[in-house]
């Protein structure tokens, strides 16, 4: 939670377990065979500076830098978001899940980034999976893994390397 | 502020869900008829990724029982079970696992459970705090766990976590009774007891 990870070499798996409320939010530049996730786990930062990954507001714009900082090209990013359900339908995390969802939207639409697959809401928790050079999927728990975008392109140079993005 | 909670603040936390989780232990032993072991609790304060972790494999599927908590120190208390434990938490109580039924009796043990567990706590601090209608859900460890935690934590940096473990004698089941007070409510925990001082 409020993690981020970003990577360039094909076959590297980045993962968020467990998404209830938060969003797996992905930026990849497909010809370039970059892409990056970020756990968020509240809409708005609220004057608080870390984790920035944390936060929907300041999230966007730090995987951004790090995505570009790895080699993406701005105008080539698509962004793919997972999670922000509703878990509960009581309580004080009731609508954390489309809060998160729609300032992460708001974010990448001031970035200039465009939303190409959405996997959000409901009442279940998702993994999210990024294989770089492979796809990002989402699954529910027991459930099949849903393909939302390929990001297939060469063959892994090296042997892959796994990170859990908490 | 939890960043900065002493090894002897912890250990009172940890003292405080130890009488209280006593006390929710034995109420579920009258309810089922059983003995019931409690191990001692862990408190920790952690950054909210590593508090995840520190709950369970975030990939196991749990059937979760929370409870929003309000009054003078808000939170939630969530109870985590395995779902064999729930199954067998259904057949002591005659219902069937798995149905609405069986939800509703899980329901009721986190309801007495958990007003068991925070009277205990509330005559001990004077802390007021009132536990809300149960929700039950099977779902990964990690989508409950960090979803509870979203809303109990907010914006501040540190999770705190008080983790009691009630295993029923005899049966393969082990219920995880978890206080995750919201972060600005632990000195209101820890002043009564000559533990916490307002720094700011």
Known sequence: MGELAVSGRAGDELVAIGLGSCIGLVLADRPAGIAGLAHVVLPEAQGKLEPRAKFADLAVPELLDRVLAAGGVRRRLEAVLIGGARMFSVGASLDIGARNAEAVRAALERAGVRIVAEETGGNRGRTARVIVGGEISSQLAGGPRTALLSLAAGRPSRTPIAVQVA | ?200
Do not use: W
């Open chain 2, 1 to 200: 502020m939890t960043g900065s909670l002493t090894d002897l603040q912890l250990d009172a936390l940890r003292e405080l869900a130890n009488i209280s989780s006593g006390t929710a232990a034995t109420s579920l032993s009258q309810l089922l008829g059983r003995e019931v072991d409690l191990n001692v609790p862990k408190a920790f304060a952690l950054p909210l990724a590593d508090a995840v972790d520190a709950a369970g494999d975030p990939a196991q599927e749990v059937t979760g029982i929370a409870l929003a908590v309000e009054g003078d120190v808000p939170g939630a208390v969530l109870l985590l079970v395995p779902p064999a434990g729930a199954a067998t938490l259904c057949s002591l109580l005659g219902v069937e696992p798995g149905t609405e039924v069986g939800d509703s009796a899980l329901g009721e043990i986190g309801n007495i459970l958990g007003a068991a567990y925070l009277m205990a706590l509330s005559s001990m601090t004077g802390v007021q705090m009132l536990p809300s209608t149960p929700q039950v859900i099977t779902d990964l460890l990690g989508a409950i766990v960090s979803t509870v935690l979203a809303g109990a934590v907010g914006h501040g940096d540190i999770a705190l976590v008080l983790d009691s473990e009630l295993d029923i004698t005899g049966e393969p089941c082990a219920i995880s009774f978890m206080l995750l007070p919201d972060a600005d409510g632990v000195g209101d925990l820890l002043a009564p007891l000559g533990l916490f001082e307002a720094t700011d």
